[in-house]
């Protein structure tokens, strides 16, 4: 349960992270914004790292590993940039069901690669979801633009609403 609890905190930290990157990004650029978001979390890290009392980082232990375990430095950034630019772009909801759907094809695609298998309820479940979503997002579209028409029909003359129809 305990397991349950802290996925749960963890996403609704993302997204709220998500959330305070993207009006720093607004006011001071998306970049900009993502190079101090990685500054105070390496900050934070080193912090961490000595409250915990975990071994400091040497050459044996940087040896011990690939090299291209280091690249999730490279996809954090590529997360933050774009998670930055795109989330003032469109409700919290849908980029969280997006990202969503991109980490569940994501993590199929990673199965089969080092596994072998590929799970065909699993990738059926997000075929579903982004089904789901897209029916969601073209009702709300078409709601959006129902509610526009009204508006713009609220503020015509009557010979106006004649010729619009």
């Known amino acids: 349960m305990f397991y349950i609890i802290a996925a749960i905190i963890s996403g609704a930290s993302v997204l709220i992270a998500r959330i305070v990157n993207s009006m720093l990004a607004e006011k001071i650029g998306v970049f900009q914004g993502t190079f101090f978001n990685n500054l105070t979390g390496l900050i934070v890290s080193f912090v961490l790292m000595f ?18 375990m280091y690249l999730g430095g490279v996809l954090g950034v590529a997360v933050v940039s774009v998670s ?17 759907v991109g980490q ?3 993590a199929v695609i990673i199965d089969y690669m080092t ?4 799970s065909v309820p699993k990738a059926a479940g997000g075929i579903l979801v982004l089904a789901g979503l897209s029916y969601n997002l073209m009702l709300d579209s078409k709601k959006a633009s129902d509610l526009s028409e009204n508006e713009n029909a609220a503020y015509c003359s009557d010979d106006e609403k004649v010729m619009q129809h």
């Open 51 to 68: 409250i915990s009392q975990d071994a400091l980082i040497t050459s044996e232990l940087i040896s011990q590993t690939s090299w291209y």
């Open 84 to 100: 930055s630019f795109m989330t003032p772009k469109m409700s919290a909801f849908y980029f969280t069901l997006f990202s969503f």
């Open 104 to 106: 569940l094809f994501g």
């Open 115 to 118: 596994t072998g298998a590929l």
